[in-house]
């Protein structure tokens, strides 16, 4: 099974506005850069910019496949008292 894996730099709003002032662009312009949907020579100036001013990478894993697959229900001792497996429930 194939994890997905994102990034994302973490900024405070303060942060975000600093970094549009100095790039003169929108604030909404630098999220955008730190959420990696644009990936321009600015974009990446801008990344950097974040870490180096106190910005946080932060990588997202994906797995709401795997976790699917199948839940058991426990009781107190351990016995299984149901399986959930696609949305449906054994008893």
């Known amino acids: 099974m ?6 994302k730099i973490e900024l405070g709003a303060a942060g975000k506005a600093k970094l549009a002032k100095t790039f003169d662009v929108t604030v909404q312009n630098v999220s955008q850069a730190l959420l990696y949907k644009r990936n321009s020579v600015q974009a990446c100036k801008i990344r ?3 870490l180096i001013n106190g910005g946080s ?23 299984v008292k149901a ?8 008893l």
């Open 2 to 7: 194939e994890k997905k894996i994102r990034q």
């Open 48 to 50: 950097e910019a974040a």
């Open 57 to 79: 990478l932060v990588q997202i894993i994906d797995v709401t496949d795997e976790l699917k697959r199948q839940v058991k229900v426990l009781d107190a001792k351990g016995n």
């Open 83 to 90: 399986v959930i497996a696609n949305d449906t429930v054994t």
